[in-house]
C-alpha cells in the first residue's frame, strides 16, 4: 500500500474519531483538501510511520513555523494556503537593452567595451550580410538559384553573437544563420558555391541553397529539419566537456523551434548534464505565419529556462551591444560553470520566412516597413559607430558598393563553374562505396548513355 | 579457417560477450563512450552495460533522460564532434521516437555536409518478439529502418558472433544499427580468448546442404536450426545461413547458395509487408532469377500488432513445424 495508503488510512481515522471538526469526506476534491489541512497534526505522526524507501525522517519546521518535508527531489515547505501560481507572471521579464534606438548607450547601462577595429569589423559584417541577402534574394527571384533565406532584421544576432565566440566554439544552426559563418571568414564565393551548388561547394551540390557548413570553421551543416540541432548541440557540448576543452557549443533556433519535443528535452539534458551550451533563440515573431501569439503562451522562450534549471537573459536582439556582452558573459558562465544558459533575443524578422513564402499575406505591409526602417539594427549600430567617431558616410557607400559589387562577382562565377560530377551522387552515403551503389551507378550512367538527351548536359560525367 | 585445437575459449553468456565486445573497444579507444537509459549505474535493462559506468566514470557511460530523439540527437552531435557514441535504446522499438534523428540527421549528414562530418555511432538493443512483452515492446525495428541511405544494419544471434559485430560496429566509420533479441540475451557458448572482429557484411554458413538454401537471422536462426533437425531426419539436407547483415545483403554468399540448390526460404520475424523478407526475396530475384527453380517462399510474422496472450503471440511468430512444411513443399 505503501505511503500514500497509510496516509489515506489515517484520514479515515481522524474522520472516525472527529466527524464533527471535519465535513464528511466524499470524493470532491474541496472536502480533500479541508481534510488535508486538518490532517497536518496526524500527518506528523503518522510520518514516522512511512514506508519510503529512502531513511525515515521525522518532519521539521522552519524559522516561520512552517512544515518541511523531504520528498525526492529535496526539500519543500509546506503550505496552508492553497494558492495556484498565476499562468503569466504580472510583469514580462525584462529586456537587457545596451543602445536606444538612436545608437546612444542607455544611462546607467553597462557593456563590453570594443576596439574601433572591433567595431568596424563587426559593422562591415552586418553591412556585408544584409547586401548579400539583397542580392542573393534578387538573384532567386531572377531565377538563378532556386531558393534563399534572409536574414533581414537579424542581422545584430548574427555578427554580434558570432562575435562574442572564438573559433574553437562549435556552431549549430538553424538556418537563419549565415552571419556566423561570415564572420569566421566564410568568403562570398563559397556562400555563392553553395546557393548554385556547383563544384566548388563544401556540400557538393546535395542540398538546397543556405544548407551551409564548415567543418574548418566549425559550423554544423544546416538541416532542414526543425531544432534536431538543439539534442546535437547537448551531445557536442558533451564531447567538449569530456575533453575539457576551453570552448563551448551554441546553437540557434527560432521562437517556432521551441515548440518542438527536441527543445524540450534538449534544455533539460544540458541542465542535467552540466553541458556548455550557449541556447539562443532568435524570438522574431513568426514562425513562417504563426505568429507567437499562437505559437505559445509563456511570456516568451526566456521564462521557460528556469523551468529546465537553466540560467537564463531575455536581450534586445536588434541591438548589438547588448547581443554582445550577453554571449560573451554566457560563453564565460558556460565554460567555467559548465553549464547551459539560454538567451532570449528579441527581434523581428523583417524578409519573408523564404523565397517560398510572402508574408504580406498574413502580416500588414507597414508593420514590416516599420520594421525595416525605423527598427533596423545594421542602422542602430551605425548611428553608435559614427557616435564615436570611427565612421563616415564616405566609409558607408565604399563599403555598401564594394559589398555589393564581390557579391554580384561572385553570382557571376559561381553560375559559370561546373556542376558536381555524376559520381557525387553515390559517395559519402557511406566511407566507401558499397557494391549496391556501385551497382545503381553502373546502371545510371547506362541509362543516361542510351538516352543522353533525357538527362542535363551540364553534369560532368 | 578455425583450428580448433590450438585457440583457448571461455564461456559466456550473449549478453556478457556484447559487454565484452563494447569493454575491450572503450579500452582501446578512449572516443568511445554509451549513452541511454539506466546504462549507468543500474548497468542497463539487459545487463549489457553492467560494471562499466564503475570502471569508466558515469560521463562515459552515461545515464540519460527519457527523450530517444534527443539523445540520438545528442550522440549525433558528439560523433560530428569527434567521440564515438553507442546509444542503446531500451527497447528498439523505443527508437520509432527517434526516427526523425536516424533518418534525417544520422543517415544523412556525411552525405549532405559534403562528407566534412562523418556520423560514426551504434545505436543498439533488444527488439524482436519477446515472451508476452505486448504489441508495443515486440517490434521489428529493423523493418522501418531498412530504407534508410547512409546507415547499416546487422542482426547477431550468438555470442561470437554478438561480440565480433559489436566490435565491428563500434570501429566503422558509418552509422550501424545492432539488432539484439530480447529472448537471446542468456544463450551461452565458449568464444576465443584471442581478439577477434568481424565483418559487418558478411552471412554466417550455420550450416552447409544441397537440398534447399534456408536464409534467416536472429531468434529465427533457432527455429530453422530446430526444423533443420527435423528436415533432417526426414531425409532433407537444408543450407542454412544467418545472413547477419541486414543492410546491405550478403548477396555474395546468398548467391553462392542461391547457385548452389536453386531453392529458397526464407524466414523472418518482420512482418509480412515491408519486412527485410520482402526486401530479401525482391533482391533475390532481381540478381538470381535464372538459377531459382521454384518461386522464393518467405515465412514471416502476420501483418498484425503482437498479441500479449501467449498462445496468440505464438501463432504469430513462425514455428519450426511451419519451416518444414514450407521445406516439403519447396522441395515437392
Redesign the interface.
Known sequence: MGFLGKLNHSFLGFHQRNSSLVSPIDESYRNAVVVLNNAMALFSVRCSESTLAEAQRDSRYDEHENQILDFPGGQVTFTSEMRFISESPEKRTKCYQVLDDNGRPILGTSFQPLSKEFAVRMYSNMVTLQTMDTIFYEAQRQGRISFYVTSNGEEAINIASAAALTFDD?V?PQYREPGVLLWRGFTLQEFANQCFGNKG????G??MPI?Y???KLNY??V???IA???????????????DSKDAC?ITYFGDGGTSE??F???L??AA??GAPVIFICRNNGWAISTPTSEQFRSDGIVVRGQAYGVRSIRVDGNDALAVYTAVQTAREMAISEHRPILIEALTYRVGHHSTSDDSTKYRPVDEIEHWRMARDPVTRFRKWVEWNGWWSDEDESELRSSARKQILHAIQVAEKVEKPPLSDLF?????HL???LLEQERLLRETIKRHPQDYPPEVPM | MVFHFCITRHELLLFEALREGLEEEMDRDPRVCVMGEDVGHYGGSYKVTKGLAKKYGDLRVLDTPIAENSFTGMAVGAAMTGLRPIVEGMNMGFLLLAFNQISNNCGMLHYTSGGQFKIPIVIRGPGGVGRQLGAEHSQRLESYFQSIPGIQMVACSTPYNAKGLMKAAIRSENPVILFEHVLLYNLKERIPDEEYVLSLEEAEMVRPGEHVTILTYSRMRYHVMQAAKTLVNKGYDPEVIDIRSLKPFDLYTIGNSVKKTHRVLIVEECMRTGGIGASLTAAINENFHDYLDAPVVCLSSQDVPTPYAGTLEEWTVVQPAQIVTAVEQLCR
Do not use: C, E, I
Open positions: 562549435v549549430l561547394d563544401n556540400g557538393k546535395r542540398q544548407h557548413g564548415s567543418k554544423f551543416t538541416s532542414s529539419t534536431t540541432q538543439l539534442p546535437q548541440a547537448v551531445g557536442a557540448a558533451y564531447s567538449l566537456k569530456m557549443v519535443g527536441d524540450h528535452a534538449a533539460n539534458f542535467v548534464m559517395t559519402d552515403v557511406y566511407d558499397p557494391s549496391n
